[in-house]
């Protein structure tokens, strides 16, 4: 049986026309019915607004097909009629997908200004009155909404529209993704039936098929496609289960296979795939390869992917032709793949706990990516996947990590171990009606719950102090010399490799000195690096400023084949200090310096040769500290007798520290002994202010650097004696100062040949 309408687009010169098939022996029949119908119509057109045909025959039920359709050979308008037997409807609700409505959003496959209106009509087959009710699904701007139209009553055997003018004036000129409809009668299956077809203002018409679907049955679909010249084709897909659905989609090319991720539909939901969207998007399918622009012609299958049933078919419109045909046909495979296994994506997690402040509590998504394989005559099939498993995702242990329903966020909370369970329900078996010859006649599929562990391990990376304090990310205040030492800490204990500390500015481990008093050469002064490669690290700045100057600590790691960084900032003071100077006179003479004769630079005491004096003292932090003078010389020295004999040396000058008093003074001398001829002295020396705060461990380091120097040359002559030939006395110099002094002996005073 059929029901049908004539639209006002098929009017007034509108053909009906059937086709009978007689199954078993390919013959055509009863054509002079069929002209007897068709002349009937031709007669009555202008009469018949809405009706419906039954076909009955002798033979069993698949011994005859039929088919009608209606064309308007003026506006070149057809439209199928499908014949069905109510017999052999599996349910009381009538499913159709890809019903164009109100302004589709198919911009490659219609014109921005196509405006599509539904006609339908339903035939009451039952000598009862029926209600249908009417339900139109639809997506508008990616929200999938739902409109049930005003109940329909059918007398016996009555034939009646469907309104849908309400519905079309709420959408106006929204786009629609795509559309569904569900047509739910009151009686038993079948004593409904109806037709469907969605008419546009310029005359393009595509039919609805309405399908009856046995309830958790498997489904799929292979249908044709052709891109030559503007052909445009889409793939509908509509959930008529009462849970979210899935569907594996493939298009078959010249060239190959484009496999999409799982395709999730809502209940009720349709879905438009549009093929030559897919090919311009150059998007890559789940296994890296990407639908030729170029694509002409193909083939696009589909199966459903759960325990819901799916609906689908393909529509191809030529918008220069206003044509569109529609292609419904099965799969080869009855039953949909099942489970095979499935893998976390990441496989594991290694991070840091949300309170460590660097970003690495936070993280995600989590994916499940499943495999799944057919069964019975498709089994030589390949394995469909990897696909996005639909999972919800939860934590075995919160303290450790957190995680959201659907895995989009990660939040590690606290050091330790746990898992991420994720669970879903794929299909992991199906349940056969067996046919004759033992093949799968009905397929139910079967879904189980399916669990996954991923391990998180979440650690706690931390910059610590002695006291145990976690310093990274924070601000500390500290002044030159002051001693720093920072462990690494994980929180659970974990091995860890590549270990480095990186410090900004100028720092050091340490300034070793070993001093044998002042008449030894055993005198050294080596400086002392840090070891970066190790905890803890120990080390001490020796620059920065008044104000505080900016420098930054950081570790980096690996813990678990993990990259950590952890930094701490430092502000690093230095104490402000004056430096005064005071010089002397350059002199031969006797019992003066010391006994005999001397040439010399000033005399102790009463008149140094290089005074200096520190004053104006302001220490950050309300600290305090101690302060030394070390002194270091460059000795160049001539003595002349009936040969010419020079000392040439750098080292500490004779004492360490030289003095820890605010002055210090200094008056140097080579005695000029009886024999000699000339003495030369060219000597210069350099003055290190240097501060220790009173803090544990604390280092010495240098504030002030003092430069002097003298020159001066003595004759003997056997008339006079004793005579200052020529001398020079530059002025002294005083600097800011970071770099430590450093030597490797003791200069001790007054050379003898």
């Not at 002051?482 to 990186?502: C, D, E, G, K, V």
């Not at 690290?537 to 570790?555: A, L, P, Q, Y």
Request: proline fraction near 5%; glycine fraction near 8%.
């Amino acid at each position: 049986q059929v029901a049908f309408a004539q639209a006002s687009e098929c009017r007034p010169s509108c053909d009906l026309l059937s086709v009978l098939v007689n199954r078993k022996s390919d013959r055509m029949m009863a054509l002079s019915a069929l002209t007897t119908i068709r002349h009937h119509f031709l007669s009555c057109r202008e009469s018949i607004g809405y009706g419906g045909i039954s076909v009955t025959h002798d033979g069993s039920p698949e011994a005859l097909v039929a088919h009608g359709f209606v064309v308007n050979k003026e506006k070149g308008f057809a439209s199928n009629l499908y014949f069905v037997d109510p017999a052999g409807q599996k349910s009381q609700v009538l499913d159709g997908t890809g019903l164009l409505l109100a302004r589709p959003a198919l911009a490659s496959a219609l014109t921005n200004d196509s405006f599509f209106e539904p006609f339908l009509t339903l035939r009451n087959t039952s000598a009862s009155p029926q209600a249908a009710t009417v339900t139109v699904q639809y997506t508008v701007g990616g929200k999938f909404q739902t409109r049930t139209l005003p109940v329909v009553s059918l007398k016996a055997y009555e034939v009646r529209p469907v309104d849908f003018s309400g519905l079309l004036a709420s959408l106006n000129s929204q786009l629609v993704d795509d559309a569904g409809i569900r047509i739910e009668t009151s009686g038993a299956p079948g004593t409904i039936i109806g037709q469907l077809a969605s008419v546009s203002n310029f005359g393009v018409c595509v039919d609805v098929p309405l399908l009856s679907v046995r309830p958790n049955a498997a489904r799929s679909g292979a249908h044709p496609f052709n891109l030559n010249d503007d052909s445009q084709a889409v793939l509908h897909l509509k959930n008529i289960g009462t849970k979210p659905t899935r569907s594996i989609v493939h298009v078959l090319h010249e060239t190959g296979d484009y496999a999409l991720d799982l395709v999730k539909i809502q209940p009720g939901e349709s879905v438009a795939i549009d093929i030559r969207k897919l090919a311009a998007s150059e998007k890559q399918d789940i296994h890296g390869n990407i639908l030729p622009a170029s694509v002409a012609r193909g083939q696009v299958t589909w199966v459903q992917h759960g325990g819901q049933t799916l609906i689908g078919r393909l529509i191809q419109f030529s918008p220069s032709r206003k044509s569109a045909a529609n292609f419904s046909c099965g799969g080869l495979c009855n039953c949909e793949p099942e489970f095979d296994y499935a893998v976390f994506s990441p496989s594991d997690y290694n991070g840091s706990p949300n309170d460590e402040g660097d970003g690495t509590g936070q993280t995600g998504p989590l994916t499940v990516y499943e495999w799944d394989h057919y069964l019975g005559d498709c089994s030589t099939l390949p394995l469909e996947g990897p696909f996005t498993a639909d999972a919800t995702f939860e934590s075995l242990n919160s303290s450790v990590a957190n995680v959201d329903a659907f895995g989009s966020q990660l939040t590690l909370v606290g050091p330790g171990d746990t898992n991420i369970r994720a669970r879903w329900y794929p299909v992991v078996d199906h349940q056969c009606s067996k046919e004759e010859g033992g093949g799968c006649n009905t397929c139910t599929p079967v879904t189980g719950e399916v669990g996954l562990l991923m391990p998180v391990k979440s650690t706690r990376v931390r910059i610590e102090n002695d006291a145990g304090t976690n310093l990274a990310g924070t601000t500390q205040n500290v002044i030159v010399g002051q001693h720093i030492r920072l462990f690494l800490h994980t929180i659970p204990a974990r091995s860890y490799s590549n270990l480095n500390w990186t410090i900004t500015g100028q720092y050091l481990n340490d300034w070793v000195i070993t001093y044998s008093g002042s008449t030894s050469f055993n005198s050294t002064a080596s400086l002392v690096s840090p070891d970066l490669h190790n905890t803890p690290v120990n080390f001490f700045w020796h620059d920065g400023n008044f104000n505080g100057k900016s420098e930054t600590v950081t570790m980096a790691l690996a813990v678990l084949g993990k990259q950590f960084q952890r930094s701490v900032n430092y502000k690093v003071f230095r104490p402000l200090v004056s430096v005064s100077t005071q010089k002397g006179a350059i002199a031969v003479d006797n019992n003066v310096f010391a006994s005999g004769w001397w040439l010399h630079y000033g005399r102790p005491i009463a008149s140094p040769g290089m005074q200096m004096n520190y004053s104006d003292v302001t220490i950050p932090l309300n600290m305090t500290g101690q302060w030394q003078w070390v002194q270091t010389s460059s000795i160049n020295r001539t003595i002349v007798d009936s040969v010419s004999h020079t000392w040439v040396d750098y080292g500490l000058d004779g004492l360490y520290p030289y003095s820890t008093s605010t002055v210090f003074e200094d008056s140097s001398g080579q005695q000029l002994l009886s024999g000699l001829a000339s003495v030369t002295c060219s000597d210069s020396f350099e003055v290190f202010l240097m501060f220790k705060p009173d803090s544990q461990n604390a280092h010495w380091v240098p504030m002030k650097k003092g430069s002097w120097s003298w020159y001066g040359q003595a004759t003997y002559s056997m008339f006079s004696g004793w005579s200052l030939a020529s001398s020079s006395n530059p002025n002294p110099t005083v600097i800011e100062q970071v770099h430590f002094p450093t030597w490797n002996k003791n200069n001790l005073p007054n050379f003898q040949p």
